[in-house]
């Protein structure tokens, strides 16, 4: 101690060269890998597991008697998972086909939410060994006579392709094109029982529907005309997703899962949704508690009478009373981003519309690249890249902020071409007599130019605000649940599609229509200078 | 009290002021004459800096304004517009301000005097221009002549050492353009500096005390407007009174 050895010296120069690459390799580095996961799970008292409600029964939905409580047994069996942790179980809403996302960037631990094993997701992240096996069950309605087996659809009776609808990205679509190349049309759908539906409307020409088994078994009560056609097929398993940098938190859960086989729990909860069959008794897990085998466990009669009540659209009236008040409190998020995100927007328009015009070229050039690059991208993409990219380079921001933050930066540029428009518009002469009258530049926008430009931006201002107030819809991508995001929640849950629109049209309407008036009634006050 | 030196301006090829120099002295009425694109608008902003020149110089009192480019011009700007006004053709009053906030806007915002007292001096110069009762309606419901007086107010409101005319009248019919002379006319008698750059030759002979004669973007002849009209000495000037005589 005290004096320098070489080798110290040597440390230290190679601490410095590896503190050098890993600057270098700053943006490639992931920092929300901490490779402790099980350890902040424990420390933190949840497990915090991600899955999305819109997908609905029997996975996550919202439960009949109580919109607030989740029900589903993925719900179930993420309370068995955090109880075997010794922690509790968090639920957080994500985007279905964003889950992975949210997992990476650290918000939650596990993904919990019908995700198919496949060797591509296995590679990335950590798989646990199944707690479901699925199978694929083709639908069509009753009444089409030109399908009714497999065969049909391999060689249609009357010589017409059918339209085979799916959830895109799911074990179906890869099934059909592994089996069915250009036999059928695929049309791809979002939510489970949108493409139930369709089938039974006939819509777009949709004539079947290869859907998870246990959704069609849920499912079933809600639509009469769908008949399930031949043999299920396709077997796949349902797993839990971790991060690959957490193999201790995966053990956690595999030892959850496989003791729950085990002892019967997760039998049970698959049976309460009907999810119980042969296939699932097939893997021989389960014993008493004595250590012996129990042999196959199809019978699930002595679940019958608690069995939850499989799908029942909820509607009318009804509904809407029980309901509606969710929507409304979903609206209110919509009007806090829409009302937080304008002022900005505007804001940062109307800075990059004065650098464009009367900024130094070091500022009018930026700003029009800015302009022109965020004019020309999409808000999702934009939104996209603020909640799942930039937490990579190590700045975290919370799905509010990121959804505000990206409605404003989308916005600002169309505000910044507006008022682009409205700064041109004021004569020349009153920058030339304010100027007379000794104001400097900066003076003069600011007392002469920009009000009298605000004036003229008023109607269109308004009309992207008006705009602004529907495209938070899309924030839904990076978990914001607003009243477009809550109302396909609570009307795929319900199948309450006419009621709950139409109070979410009235809703939208609501937010929209007075800001019309307050727009309108300004404008005719500040145009009542040019003539009184 | 303002001298132009050697003043040239070319817009690329094509000369617009060719070495004009000129000098107006405290209390001076000075108008400067000629035919449409002589270059008396030209030079009239070159004074406070609402058009650049390629060489020459402008003093206004102890303030030198250089040519375009050099980095001493800014600062002199800012000094002499604080002492110099501009009446417009166009008037270019500010719409979204009322006729008393219009006197008030300068002496408030850019001298950053007292509210109060810029409001009493702000009436008693509407006053002046008869328009005391336009206190609180907006400019856009005046007419040109009560407008250009306004105008005319707000730059007083500013105590200018000297104002600009920039044909002040020419978007103004007869009646109008009286009322508008009446006012500048009072103005000259109290001794205030003016240039004024206008088509109305009543009003340079009555009111002048030295005319230029601006053609081609040189000064075709100077002096008193009765020697000016009454006895040109240049074929332009004489050119240029007949054509007006028979318009």
Redesign the interface.
């Known amino acids: 101690m005290g004096t320098t050895s070489p080798d110290g010296t040597r440390n230290r120069l190679v601490r410095f060269c590896l503190l050098l690459g890993a600057i270098t390799l700053f943006p490639w580095c992931d920092f929300a890998t901490a490779g402790d996961g099980l350890e902040k799970v424990r420390k933190r008292g949840t497990l915090i597991w991600g899955a999305d409600q819109e997908g609905g029964g029997p996975f996550v939905y919202p439960a009949e008697d109580d919109p607030n409580r989740l029900e589903g047994f993925e719900v179930e069996l993420a309370q068995i998972l955090a109880e075997s942790l010794g922690v509790r179980s968090q639920f957080q809403q994500g985007q279905w086909d964003k889950l992975p996302d949210l997992l990476t960037r650290g918000d939650i631990d596990i993904v919990l939410n019908g995700y198919e094993w496949t060797p591509i997701r296995a590679e990335r992240y950590g798989a646990s060994i199944p707690y479901y096996i699925y199978e694929l069950q083709l639908l069509g309605r009753q009444n089409d006579s030109t399908l009714k087996s497999w065969d049909d659809l391999f060689n249609p009776p009357d010589g017409k392709k059918k339209r085979v609808a799916i959830l895109g990205g799911s074990a179906a679509q890869d099934y059909l094109e592994k089996f069915l190349g250009n036999r059928v049309e695929i049309a791809n759908f979002d939510g489970v029982s949108d493409a139930m539906r369709a089938v039974e409307l006939n819509a777009d020409g949709i004539d079947a529907n290869l859907q998870d088994l246990p959704i069609w078994t849920f499912y079933q009560g809600g639509f009469p005309q769908l008949t399930a056609i031949g043999d299920p097929v396709g077997r796949g398993f349902y797993v839990a997703l971790t991060r690959k940098e957490d193999p201790e938190l995966l053990q956690a859960i595999n030892t959850a899962i496989f003791s729950a086989l085990q002892d019967g729990r997760l039998r049970r909860v698959l049976a309460k949704y009907r999810m119980w069959n042969d296939t699932q008794s097939l893997r021989g897990l389960e014993t008493n508690p004595q250590g012996c085998f129990v042999g196959m466990t199809t019978n699930t009669n002595e679940n019958e009478a608690e069995a939850e009540q499989s799908y029942i659209s909820v509607r009318g009236f009804s509904v809407v009373q029980q309901r509606g008040w969710l929507l409304v409190k979903a609206a209110g998020m919509t009007v806090v981003l829409a009302a937080t995100a304008m002022p900005l927007a505007i804001l940062i328009g109307l800075m990059m519309a004065l650098f464009r015009l009367y900024g130094p070229w070091f500022l009018r050039i930026p700003a029009t690249m800015y302009v022109e690059l965020i004019r020309g991208t999409p808000l999702v993409l934009q939104l996209y890249v603020l909640f799942f990219l930039l937490p990579e380079i190590g700045i975290t921001v919370n799905a509010f902020w990121a959804a505000v933050a990206g409605l404003a930066l989308n916005y600002s540029a169309y505000e910044a071409e507006i008022y682009r428009a409205g700064l041109q518009a004021i004569p020349h002469g009153q920058m030339e007599a304010a100027q007379s009258l000794g104001f400097s530049q900066a003076l003069a926008l600011r007392r002469i130019i920009i009000p009298q430009a605000t004036r003229i931006v008023i109607p269109p201002v308004t009309n992207d605000f008006i705009a602004l107030f529907k495209d938070t819809a899309v924030c839904s991508v990076i978990t914001v649940v607003e009243l477009s995001k809550e109302y396909y929640i609570q009307a795929r849950s319900t199948g309450a599609i006419l009621e709950l629109g139409l109070l979410t049209a009235l809703l939208y309407l609501a937010m929209s229509y007075p800001l019309s008036l307050v727009a309108g009634r300004l404008e005719k006050r500040l145009m009542a200078e040019k003539r009184t | 009290m303002i001298q132009l030196k050697n003043i040239v301006k070319n817009y690329g090829q094509h000369e617009i002021l060719r070495g004009v120099s000129l000098s107006v002295a405290r209390g001076e009425v000075c108008v400067l004459l000629g035919p449409s694109g002589g270059g008396k608008s030209t030079l009239l902003r070159t004074i406070?800096?609402?058009e650049s020149f390629h060489s020459g110089e402008i003093q206004v009192d102890e303030i030198v304004l250089p040519a375009a480019g050099h980095s001493d011009r800014e600062p002199a700007l800012?000094r002499i517009?604080?002492r110099v006004?501009?009446v417009?053709q166009?008037f270019?009053?500010?719409?979204?301000r009322t006729v008393l906030q219009n006197v008030m806007?300068?002496p408030v915002?850019?001298?950053k005097q007292p509210k109060e007292q810029v409001r009493t001096l702000a009436k008693r110069l509407l006053d002046r221009v008869g328009l005391a009762d336009k206190c609180d309606?907006?400019p856009?419901?005046l007419s040109g002549g009560q407008q250009q007086r306004v105008?005319i107010a707000?730059?007083l409101a500013?105590k200018p050492e000297a104002i600009?005319f920039d044909e002040p009248t020419s978007a103004l019919d007869p009646r109008m353009t009286a009322e508008v002379t009446s006012v500048m006319s009072d103005l000259a008698k109290e001794g205030q500096t003016m240039i004024v750059v206008t088509h109305g030759l009543g009003f340079a002979r009555a009111v002048g005390h030295q005319v230029h004669l601006l053609h081609a973007g040189q000064i075709a002849e100077s002096g008193p407007p009765e020697m000016i009209f009454e006895n040109p000495q240049t074929d332009v000037t004489k050119s240029f009174l007949s054509e007006i005589h028979q318009a």
Do not use: D
């Open positions: 406070n800096g609402l800012t517009r604080k006004g501009m417009f166009q270019h009053l500010f719409p979204h806007e300068a915002h850019v001298l309606v907006y856009g419901s105008a707000r730059t500013m600009l």
